[in-house]
């Protein structure tokens, strides 16, 4: 069965870091490409950024609004993709999933910007 | 700044069929932007439903098909059951890059 836990959600102010993580289990974790989706309150989905396997180059792709803020990394040996969200602003607050191929999502994280 | 337009909302009776569409602002769809189709209810995460224009999961009732519709991609709920009511959201590939559409809220009533 595949499994994806993200965590390291919380509340913190304008300009501010965070790392979140997504545990993945039940697939082959190494081969996987990951992405991470946001949802403002009461508002759509937003695809946030995906990170390639490394067989396929591990490159990554960000959306506009957060391109060279943050920054999506893995580490297989811990079958675990992060999100590393940097100079926080107050409308990056979200509830924060990552999929594996935009099938399998996690429950999400809630990230809340506010001062 | 690339936008993905759905209808706002869509109301449909039990039983009754209704399509739901997903346009881009940069011009007709092709399967190259790769179509998903996902539903989320209130309280919970999105539910993948249709890949790559018209491919099922394995967990997606058969009701449910995607197909390419006059330079849209669309996706067509067949005999609606009251547990389809929810949010409905498309999502592009655009080179490397994704959008989700808009949503569409699908109201059974």
């Known amino acids: 069965e595949v499994q994806l836990v993200e965590s390291g959600g919380g509340l913190l102010k304008p300009g501010g870091s965070l790392r979140l993580s997504c545990e993945a289990s039940?697939?082959?974790?190494?081969?996987?490409?990951m992405s991470w989706v946001r949802q403002a309150p009461g508002k759509g989905l937003e695809w946030v950024g995906r990170?390639?396997?490394?067989?396929?180059?591990?490159?990554?792709e960000y959306a506009a609004p957060v391109k060279g803020r943050f920054t999506i990394s893995r580490d297989d040996s811990k079958t675990t993709v992060y999100l590393e969200m940097t100079s926080l602003k107050i409308e990056d607050t979200a509830v924060y999933y990552c999929?594996?191929?935009?099938?399998?999502w996690g429950q999400g994280t809630v990230v809340t910007v506010s001062s | 700044q690339t936008v993905v337009t759905q209808e706002p909302s869509l109301t449909v009776s039990p039983g009754g069929t209704v399509t739901l569409t997903c346009a881009s602002s940069t011009g007709a769809i092709t399967s190259g932007y790769y179509p998903n189709w996902f539903q989320q209810k209130p309280g919970q995460a999105p539910r993948a439903l249709i890949y790559s224009t018209s491919n099922k999961h394995s967990w997606t009732p058969a009701r449910f098909s995607g197909s390419l519709l006059g330079g849209k991609a669309a996706l067509t709920l067949s005999g609606v059951q009251p547990e389809d009511e929810a949010e409905y959201y498309c999502?592009?590939?655009?080179?490397?890059?994704?959008?989700f559409g808009t949503g569409t809220k699908v109201t059974v009533l």
């Open positions: 039940g697939f082959t974790f190494n081969n996987a490409w």
């Open positions: 999502l592009l590939y655009y080179g490397g890059a994704y959008v």
């Open positions: 990170i390639k396997s490394k067989t396929d180059g591990g490159t990554t």
């Open positions: 999929t594996h191929q935009h099938a399998y």
